[in-house]
């Protein structure tokens, strides 16, 4: 089918897949994330514990709602599904620049984490089943990555604003800021429409009838359905399990980035700056996922994202210098490159009636493992912040290694990927 045609049933493929890109791209515009840590101890005076607890309560929050939110949109819809985390998301966020208390700053974290879960997975499945409708399933590799690569841009150039905004008014006023971006997204959701449900990815691939929508299935049943897809596929089970374990690392990024600049002595003026490159190479990682994939295999780009990973961590743990710096540019690199290859796997063995609810299943995962890790980190980067990346370095190979070794042994002797489309090289 020619990319500009409508599909039989009404759905223009391009058009809402520019829109999600913007969806995307928009609700990433988040200056205050370039100096929340700081925000949070500085503004605020919690410890890097304190701080690390609040994670637990914020991921802790997500691993609750992330699945039963990915029903909620394979049941009812994925735009209303983004409408409704749009609001709840921007809720908390506006509550967390003007927080006064240690509980009121709970609140905020559990509506921020609440809305991002109604967010993530859905966008990726809304990705795929738009591409579906076309019979286009074998781009979502190289989409999703664009898609990730313009949301890492956003926050780049939004988090070197946020910074030097920060450092000429106060801490608070580029978090106050990060309201904005949730209005603006949802005039963009109004405009977007809704992929038709398939009986499956397999049969649109194959050329079947698209126009014949799967039954609706009930939330208990999405739930019971998909927890029996993962039971049932070995392959499935492992790829997901090893991709949680991997995006794990994310958490040292995320909650030890700005404590590491501070304790080199750069001005929180530059934090936005010094962003940059580990948000390029956030980007390169997305952009390059898909080739990476067709000429090494999926389990050739969960190896080099494993390596990286430990790696980039392993050189935080051990240089205790500025230029250390390349360690989180490592770990972005992996991050980005690790969810579109991977992710096109999933998609690839799953049925379009539980998409959002199994694309849930690693945002679920990397939810507890932030809840797990980030008081950990929080506590040990109070001791040395070297410790704590030796920590997560360990942590991760400990975790991620066997799950890559366990796929790769069921991949071989299943005698192959079963369900998989041809684009998926092993």
Known sequence: MPRTAVSPAGFRTDRNVRLLYVLGLVTMLQPGLAVWVVYLTDFRH?????????????????????????AIADRFGRRVTFALGLVIEGTGVTLFAFASSFWVLLLSY?????????RSGNDQAYLYDALAVEGRGAEYASKTGRYQALASGALMLSGVGGAWLASVTTLQLPLALGAVPFILAGVVVAFMHEPPKSRATAAVEAGADIDAPAPHLGYRA????????????????YALLFQIALVAAFE???????????????????????????????????VVSARAMSRGGVFGLASATLAIAVGGLALLA???????????????????????GVGAY?????????????????????????????????????????????????????????????????????????????????
């Open 346 to 426: 999933v998609n690839d063995r799953t049925d379009s009636r539980i998409r959002a609810t199994i694309m849930s299943v690693v945002p679920l995962g990397m939810a507890l493992a932030f809840a797990l890790t980030g008081p950990l980190l929080g506590f040990a980067g109070n001791v040395s912040l070297r410790l704590a990346f030796g920590g997560m370095a360990a942590l991760i190979l400990a975790t991620a290694g066997p799950l890559l070794w366990a796929w790769v042994r069921s991949a071989h002797s299943a005698g192959g990927v079963r369900g998989a489309a041809p684009h998926i090289n092993l």
């Open 110 to 118: 559990a509506l921020w984490s609440g809305g991002f879960s109604f």
């Open 46 to 70: 919690l410890s890097l514990a304190e701080v690390g607890l609040m994670e637990l309560f914020f991921w802790g929050a997500k691993v609750l709602i992330e699945v039963p939110a990915g």
């Open 318 to 340: 051990i240089v205790d210098h500025p230029a250390a710096f390349v360690g989180f540019i490592a770990v972005q690199i992996a991050m980005g490159a690790v969810a579109p």
């Open 252 to 286: 040292a990024d995320i909650l030890l980035f700005q404590p590491f600049l501070s304790q080199h002595a750069v001005p929180v003026a530059l934090f936005g700056l010094m962003a940059v490159p580990a948000r390029l190479g956030h980007i390169v990682g997305s």
């Open 222 to 237: 999405t739930l019971a359905v998909a927890i029996a897809a993962v039971r049932a596929d070995r392959l499935l089970r």
